[in-house]
T-cell receptor, first 113, second 112 residues
Framework: AQSVTQPDIHITVSEGASLELRCNYS??????LFWYVQSPGQGLQLLLK??????LVQGIKGFEAEFKRSQSSFNLRKPSVHWSDAAEYFC???????????FGKGTKLSVKP | ETGVTQTPRHLVMGMTNKKSLKCEQH?????MYWYKQSAKKPLELMFV???????ENNSVPSRFSPECPNSSHLFLHLHTLQPEDSALYLC???????????FGPGTRLLVL
């Protein structure tokens, strides 16, 4: 079965500290992988995506993620968090059987001053 | 993100009402999607349209009825909803059915 697990429901980091959000997936073939961010009351904004090639991908807002096939993981990282990064982050894998994305339950990030 | 717009942004309706949600994409994409986002649950796919044809129908109750009149517009018609249908309804589009999806801001629906 295709699924995405984000083991951390809520993470709090200090402003300026580094960040790593975990994502593990289950998928029968080589997946397409995505990270999205959602601010309160907003839709999902694409941060970055992996389709093939270099396993370290760069995204917007200083985020990066690394695809590790052996660990079935696609963790999101940022070297220095800003207060404006506080939001909910969703990892997704695709394509699903209907061409859709399969999402994890999300990780809420809080940033303390 | 102005590539995909949704109206209304907020909607309150009674269980006997009929309403429609509208989605418009300005990206020239060929596939559009409706997702439901409920608290503490992953996003759930409701409907997929590719080149204006419904690809497959998920096990969505018939009180939700999608319509895709052209590749830029997608509607979700609602009638006799239940309180458990209260959620954020998100529209997305992609260049092709398996491509990167871009989301609208969502419609927050409350069913009383």
């Amino acid at each position: 079965a295709q699924s995405v697990t984000q083991p951390d429901i809520h993470i709090t980091v200090s402003e300026g500290a580094s960040l790593e959000l975990r994502c593990n997936y289950s998928y029968g073939a080589t997946p397409y992988l995505f990270w999205y961010v959602q601010s309160p009351g907003q839709g999902l904004q694409l941060l970055l995506k992996y389709f093939s090639g270099d396993t370290l991908v760069q995204g917007i807002k200083g985020f990066e993620a690394e695809f590790k096939r052996s660990q079935s993981s696609f963790n999101l990282r940022k070297p220095s968090v800003h207060w404006s990064d506080a939001a909910e982050y969703f990892c997704a894998v695709g394509p699903g059987s209907q061409g859709n994305l399969i999402f994890g339950k999300g990780t809420k990030l809080s940033v303390k001053p | 993100e102005t590539g995909v717009t949704q109206t209304p942004r907020h909607l309150v309706m009674g269980m006997t009402n009929k309403k429609s949600l509208k989605c418009e994409q300005h990206l020239g994409h060929n596939a559009m999607y409706w997702y439901k986002q409920s608290a503490k649950k992953p996003l759930e796919l409701m409907f997929v349209y590719s080149l204006e044809e419904r690809v497959e129908n998920n096990s969505v109750p018939s009180r939700f009825s999608p319509e895709c009149p052209n590749s830029s517009h997608l509607f979700l018609h609602l009638h006799t909803l239940q309180p458990e249908d209260s959620a954020l309804y998100l529209c997305a589009s992609s260049q092709r059915r398996e491509g990167t999806q871009y989301f609208g801001p969502g419609t927050r629906l409350l069913v009383l």
